[in-house]
């Protein structure tokens, strides 16, 4: 039996990967260090000393990676290009890189795949941190040079272009918790990384229109649902409001209505730090743009009374959640358990606050707007047994596709504007500060010998985009 999906025509499924989870090749054909190569090497950094330096060897196997996308019958490909693959040194264009996603984007043509492109998925190059990274304003000029060079290679085949992908992480993991590369833990560094991410966004979707007026051209951020857990104690709806305002609100609404919250601000300056906006600077972040990706993985129940302390990743930052940083100072706000079904990265599983957030979001923002809502990310990482002939029954995984796939389909039948649907991810990958600990992907990597095998939930993620349908049953709701 299955479930028919309420989605409108023209719906795009797609998987959605990032280059230095998979590419490795970290030292070919002139590419040169990202803050991530460098943060690998920190002793304690990354979970069991990994590095990206093979990853998925995506770098040598795209060919076989394209022909698995074309088997499991994806409309679109979603990946990101390694900026010091392109921009080793400063000033420089390295053609071997530019000339490898042109392959690539060639052979997802081929194969009738649309290619989706992400400019940065958090690999800056080590050269350009060491110039202040984020925290710089004269990031934005280089992000845009290195933008011009890759739309002037790919531009003719690529029509889909997502300037960033979570800035949120960049900023507040990045440069206040230290979980995420460069490590570091400066708030007002954080705070200075998020206003010029989006100002680097702004410019280079101003810059992008400019030379191609008919590019589709968007930003993806994530988000969560803070609920407060207890709707009638100050504290838990405060914490839950402002965590909504940090990890929501700040990134949103400037992209879409042109400025920041005023509660972001004032809670910011109530620590000392302060965006460091200059005049015409929200004109350019909230230069219009043609489509709003949003990543989802959980909600969270989120208490204002702080509890024991928890545990640390192991370089010592705590573990991440997604809320705000509490290492920002900015909220007090602590996840409470609120019993349900967990995945490996400790994250609860709760479909319903993605349906929720979609419809939050067209009413508030986009819909008045005329943006649409794609999913460019959503997931679970589980840990996978092997079967004795090398098959993945991934039951929890194919369990938490499923519902959020019904998830999308309410959303939509609500009245929000959902174009698409990208799962996170189509290979199990390098996991950031997780290593390869973490598996995310709907195909399987046996990181030893490099083979793919798709797992159950790639088969039932195939079935659904040739039918339009989930399986009935289980958690699923009819």
Same mark, same amino acid.
């Given at each position: 039996m299955s479930h028919p999906l309420d989605l409108p025509g023209g719906f795009v499924w797609g998987a959605a990967t990032a280059a230095f989870q998979i590419?490795?090749?970290?030292?070919?054909?002139?590419?040169?260090?990202?803050?991530?190569?460098?943060?690998?090497?920190?002793?304690?950094?990354?979970?069991?000393?990994?590095? &990206?330096?093979?990853?998925?060897?995506?770098? #040598? %196997?795209?060919?076989?990676?394209?022909?698995?996308?074309?088997?499991?019958? *994806?409309d679109a490909y979603r990946f990101s290009t390694a900026w010091p693959r392109i921009v080793p040194e400063p000033g420089r264009i390295e053609q071997r890189g530019l000339?490898?996603?042109? @392959?690539?984007?060639?052979?997802?043509?081929? @194969?009738?795949?649309?290619?989706?492109?992400?400019?940065? #998925?958090?690999?800056?190059?080590?050269?350009?941190?060491? %110039?202040?990274?984020?925290?710089? %304003?004269?990031?934005?000029?280089?992000?845009?040079?290195?933008?011009?060079?890759?739309?002037?290679?790919? &531009?003719?085949?690529?029509?889909?272009?997502?300037?960033?992908?979570?800035?949120?992480?960049?900023?507040?993991?990045?440069?206040?918790?230290?979980?995420?590369?460069?490590?570091?833990?400066?708030?007002?560094?954080?705070? !200075?990384? /998020?206003?010029? *991410? /989006?100002?680097?966004?702004?410019?280079?979707?101003?810059?992008?229109?400019?030379?191609?007026?008919?590019?589709?051209? &968007?930003i993806t951020l994530n988000f969560t649902v803070p609920d407060p857990v207890d709707p009638s104690d100050e504290a838990d709806v405060r914490a839950a409001a402002l965590s909504d305002t940090m990890a929501n609100r700040v990134f949103v609404e400037p992209v879409v209505l042109g400025a920041y919250p005023q509660d972001a601000i004032d809670a910011l300056a109530a620590v000392g730090t302060a965006l460091p906006v200059r005049d015409g600077d929200l004109e350019v972040i909230g230069t219009p743009i043609d489509f709003l990706g949003v990543n989802y993985y959980t909600g969270?129940?989120?208490t204002g009374h702080a509890p024991e302390p928890t545990e640390v990743m192991p370089n010592g930052a705590p573990v991440e959640r997604p809320l705000s940083n509490p290492s920002v100072g900015v909220v007090d706000a602590y996840p409470v358990s609120r019993g349900l079904p967990r995945t490996a990265m400790d994250w609860?599983?709760?479909?319903?606050?993605?349906? @929720?957030? *979609?419809? %939050?979001?067209? @009413?508030?923002?986009?819909?008045?707007?005329?943006?649409?809502?794609?999913?460019?990310?959503?997931? !679970?990482?589980?840990?996978?047994?092997? &079967?004795?002939?090398?098959?993945?029954?991934?039951v929890e995984r194919t369990d938490y596709l499923v519902q959020h796939l019904a998830a999308v389909s309410d959303a939509v039948a609500a009245g929000a504007d959902v174009r698409g649907y990208f799962a996170w991810s189509l290979l199990d990958n390098f996991e950031w500060a997780?290593?390869?600990?973490?598996?995310?992907?709907?195909?399987?990597?046996?990181?030893?010998?490099?083979?793919?095998?798709?797992?159950?939930?790639a088969r039932t993620y195939a079935r659904a985009i040739a039918t339009g349908a989930v399986p009935l049953g289980g958690t699923v709701r009819a």
């Amino acid at each position: 039996m299955s479930h028919p999906l309420d989605l409108p025509g023209g719906f795009v499924w797609g998987a959605a990967t990032a280059a230095f989870q998979i590419e490795g090749a970290t030292s070919a054909d002139g590419r040169t260090d990202s803050i991530w190569d460098t943060f690998c090497r920190v002793p304690g950094a990354v979970v069991g000393g990994d590095t &990206g330096e093979v990853a998925c060897d995506h770098y #040598h %196997r795209w060919p076989e990676d394209v022909a698995l996308m074309a088997e499991l019958g *994806l409309d679109a490909y979603r990946f990101s290009t390694a900026w010091p693959r392109i921009v080793p040194e400063p000033g420089r264009i390295e053609q071997r890189g530019l000339d490898f996603y042109s @392959r690539l984007v060639d052979g997802l043509l081929e @194969r009738g795949i649309t290619p989706w492109l992400t400019l940065y #998925h958090w690999d800056l190059p080590q050269w350009l941190e060491d %110039r202040g990274g984020w925290t710089s %304003r004269d990031v934005v000029d280089h992000f845009t040079e290195y933008a011009l060079a890759v739309h002037g290679a790919l &531009g003719d085949r690529v029509r889909h272009w997502t300037t960033l992908n979570e800035p949120w992480c960049s900023a507040f993991l990045g440069y206040a918790g230290g979980q995420h590369a460069p490590g570091r833990q400066e708030p007002q560094a954080a705070v !200075s990384a /998020l206003h010029h *991410l /989006l100002l680097a966004h702004g410019r280079v979707v101003q810059e992008l229109r400019a030379v191609d007026p008919t590019a589709q051209l &968007g930003i993806t951020l994530n988000f969560t649902v803070p609920d407060p857990v207890d709707p009638s104690d100050e504290a838990d709806v405060r914490a839950a409001a402002l965590s909504d305002t940090m990890a929501n609100r700040v990134f949103v609404e400037p992209v879409v209505l042109g400025a920041y919250p005023q509660d972001a601000i004032d809670a910011l300056a109530a620590v000392g730090t302060a965006l460091p906006v200059r005049d015409g600077d929200l004109e350019v972040i909230g230069t219009p743009i043609d489509f709003l990706g949003v990543n989802y993985y959980t909600g969270t129940a989120v208490t204002g009374h702080a509890p024991e302390p928890t545990e640390v990743m192991p370089n010592g930052a705590p573990v991440e959640r997604p809320l705000s940083n509490p290492s920002v100072g900015v909220v007090d706000a602590y996840p409470v358990s609120r019993g349900l079904p967990r995945t490996a990265m400790d994250w609860e599983v709760q479909p319903e606050g993605l349906e @929720r957030l *979609l419809v %939050r979001l067209h @009413r508030d923002y986009t819909g008045p707007a005329g943006i649409p809502l794609y999913v460019t990310e959503n997931g !679970s990482a589980f840990d996978d047994e092997v &079967g004795p002939d090398g098959e993945v029954d991934d039951v929890e995984r194919t369990d938490y596709l499923v519902q959020h796939l019904a998830a999308v389909s309410d959303a939509v039948a609500a009245g929000a504007d959902v174009r698409g649907y990208f799962a996170w991810s189509l290979l199990d990958n390098f996991e950031w500060a997780y290593g390869y600990e973490k598996r995310f992907g709907i195909v399987r990597v046996d990181f030893e010998t490099q083979a793919r095998t798709p797992k159950s939930s790639a088969r039932t993620y195939a079935r659904a985009i040739a039918t339009g349908a989930v399986p009935l049953g289980g958690t699923v709701r009819a």
